[in-house]
């Protein structure tokens, strides 16, 4: 399996942006597709973003236009550029890894097969 640790989490204000990044190992990195989910406290988890292979990305609706997922194939890297942040978003962040061919569909939790820590990300009033 793929591990991987999140990292960049922080305090923000509304309004502001925030670099999450997901660090991995493992073999074949480059043919994971690597998620982006969130959860808050008293909720369920959340899809946030997904990237397959290179650059085909999907974005759930309520961060559409404000996060933009990427990954850096070489350095075994997965970002995620959040802006214009809210006070919904505070949540903690996963970056999970899916096998390919596994057949799920992207944007359900339990299709993925490696989960990291999460990084938490607060906004300030």
């Known amino acids: 399996q793929v591990q991987l640790v999140e990292s960049g989490g922080g305090v923000v204000q509304a309004g502001g942006s925030l670099r999450l990044s997901c660090a991995a190992s493992g073999r074949s990195f480059s043919s994971y597709t690597m998620g982006w989910f969130r959860q808050a406290p008293g909720l369920e988890r959340e899809f946030v973003a997904v990237?397959?292979?290179?650059?085909?990305?999907y974005y759930s609706n309520s961060v559409k236009g404000r996060f933009t997922i990427s990954r850096d194939n070489a350095e075994n890297m997965v970002y995620l550029q959040m802006n214009s942040l809210k006070p919904e978003d505070t949540a903690a962040y996963y970056c999970p890894a899916r096998a390919p061919n596994t057949g799920s569909l992207f944007y359900l939790d339990r299709g993925y097969d490696c989960w990291g820590q999460g990084a938490q990300v607060t906004l300030s009033s």
């Open positions: 990237i397959i292979r290179a650059n085909t990305r």
